[in-house]
Antibody, heavy 120, light 108 residues
Framework: QVQLVQSGAEVEKPGSSVKVSCKAS????????ISWVRQAPGQGLEWMGG????????NYAQKFQGRVTITADASTSTAYMELSSLRSEDTAVYYC?????????????WGQGTLVTVSS | EIVLTQSPGTLSLFPGERATLSCRAS???????LAWYQHKPGQAPRLLIY???SRATGIPDRFSGSGSGTDFTLTISRLESEDFAVYYC?????????FGQGTRLEIK
């Protein structure tokens, strides 16, 4: 069974950066898309971007272009999401999620979520 | 990008009733790559339906999906207490991936 374990909660100051990790176990890491999705307080789900590790190139939502960097390390089966120039509106729970079908951006397996709080 | 509009925003029903949730896309969803997720507070979302009508592993058969093109429906045939949650549709046929704004299903 595939499991995704994310790094712990973070508190960051406005203008700084945060990097969240997502370690996968079970299944094949490189062949399936990994996405990052966030949920701000009282808001819905928002796809930030993702990566298919075997191809290496990340795909980002326009809203986050230039501020987010998604990478994957196949040697450790870990994906990373780094968000820079943080502002209070970036306070949210950040999830990683892995697809259940090759080359499709389905979100079948989810991490437990990482709360990122941006506050001065 | 494809905008997904879900309706209603909130649905209030009794356990045992049938729930019908709608998701309308601003343009045709490629290959009917439309998924539904259930999200409860404090938990990660759970994939229910993909490809508009295929149930994910372990999902009870009271959940069903239908539709094609721009109009999709999630039906829960007989509501159980654990079904009260927020439901999101998602299209994954075109980049960027997009979600609907969600439908809150609450106990009446």
């Amino acid at each position: 069974q595939v499991q995704l374990v994310q790094s712990g909660a973070e508190v960051e100051k406005p203008g700084s950066s945060v990097k969240v990790s997502c370690k996968a176990s079970g299944g094949t890491f490189s062949s399936y898309a990994i996405s990052w999705v966030r949920q701000a307080p009282g808001q819905g789900l928002e796809w930030m971007g993702g990566i298919i590790p075997v191809f290496g190139t990340a795909n980002y939502a326009q809203k986050f272009q230039g501020r987010v960097t998604i990478t994957a390390d196949a040697s450790t089966s870990t994906a990373y999401m780094e968000l820079s120039s943080l502002r209070s509106e970036d306070t949210a729970v950040y999830y990683c999620a892995r697809s259940i079908r090759f080359l499709e951006w389905l979100l079948g397996f989810w991490g437990q979520g990482t709360l990122v709080t941006v506050s001065s | 990008e494809i905008v997904l509009t879900q309706s209603p925003g909130t649905l209030s029903l009794f356990p045992g009733e049938r729930a019908t949730l709608s998701c309308r896309a601003s343009q045709s969803v490629s290959n009917n790559y439309l998924a539904w997720y259930q999200h409860k507070p404090g938990q990660a979302p759970r994939l229910l339906i993909y490809g508009a009508s295929s149930r994910a592993t372990g999902i009870p058969d009271r959940f069903s999906g239908s539709g094609s093109g721009t109009d999709f429906t999630l039906t829960i045939s007989r509501l159980e207490s654990e079904d009260f949650a927020v439901y999101y549709c998602q299209q994954y046929g075109s980049s960027p991936i997009t979600f609907g704004q969600g439908t809150r299903l609450e106990i009446k």
